[in-house]
């Protein structure tokens, strides 16, 4: 099982939306929704923004979203803030066999 | 609170055995999938291995398929990861992570423990 391709990075400016792709096949991401988004800043555990697609928990910025389109899903974060800046993971159901396959990895910079 | 706290990691030699643990606290424990997720030093997050709420069922990647094999013990509340045949490519900060349900992602993780393989 190959890995999720993110772009190594992204950056934006305060105040703007940015979006983190996340491609893979029809055998994990177009295949289910089950993708879910692991924000992690240096030396820290990720911390889970988005799951099931579409779905933040308890306690989330609503300024995180997802979505899905065929075999790419996608982070949107709006109203870029200074704390945004990380590193963000894919990670999606890829079926029984290997259940579970993350992205490349995206570093977002705010400028 | 709810919390997951590693223990276990070590430097050992390549060709050795480990066992990583990681205690649950703050939530009912035999309810959840549990995961262990790794990361190399500066790199991405790779997903090891997975055991449902009543360890019946377990799921490895194929890096780890065969040297690694993942427990709980509920009434512990407790997770294990033994690891055989260890590899330099192994060295890495181990997570263990809880599932929020049924796979749709990993709500709750610790902050690891470091597996150094080095001669």
């Known amino acids: 099982q190959s890995a999720l391709t993110q772009p190594a990075s992204v950056s934006g400016s305060p105040g703007q939306s940015i979006t983190i792709s996340c491609t893979g096949t029809?055998?994990?991401?177009?295949?289910?929704?089950?993708v879910s988004w692991y924000q992690q800043h240096p030396g820290k555990a990720p911390q889970l923004i988005i799951y099931?697609?579409?779905e933040r928990p308890s306690g989330v910025s609503s300024r995180f979203s997802g979505s899905k389109s065929g075999n790419t899903a996608s982070l949107t974060i709006s109203g870029l803030q200074a704390e945004d800046e990380a590193d963000y993971f894919c990670?999606?159901?890829?079926?029984?066999?290997?259940?579970?396959?993350f992205g490349t990895g995206t570093k977002v910079t705010v400028l | 609170e709810v919390q997951l706290v590693e223990s276990g990691g070590v430097v050992v030699q390549p060709g050795g055995s480990l066992r990583l643990s990681c205690a649950a606290s703050?939530?009912?424990?035999?309810?959840?999938?549990m995961h262990w997720v790794r990361q190399a030093p500066g790199k991405g997050l790779e997903w090891v291995s997975l055991?449902?709420?009543?360890?019946?069922?377990?799921y490895y990647a194929d890096s780890v398929k065969g040297r690694f094999t993942i427990s709980r013990d509920n009434s512990k509340n407790s997770l294990y990861l033994q690891m055989n045949s260890l590899r330099t490519e192994d060295t890495a900060l181990y997570y263990c992570?809880?599932?929020?349900?049924?796979?749709?992602?990993?709500?709750?993780w610790g902050q690891g423990t470091t597996v150094t393989v080095s001669s």
């Open positions: 992570a809880k599932d929020i349900s049924g796979g749709s992602g990993m709500d709750v």
């Open positions: 703050g939530f009912t424990f035999d309810d959840y999938t």
């Open positions: 055991i449902s709420w009543d360890g019946g069922s377990t």
């Open positions: 029809n055998s994990d991401v177009g295949g289910y929704d089950l």
């Open positions: 099931a697609g579409i």
């Open positions: 990670c999606s159901y890829a079926g029984v066999t290997t259940p579970l396959v």
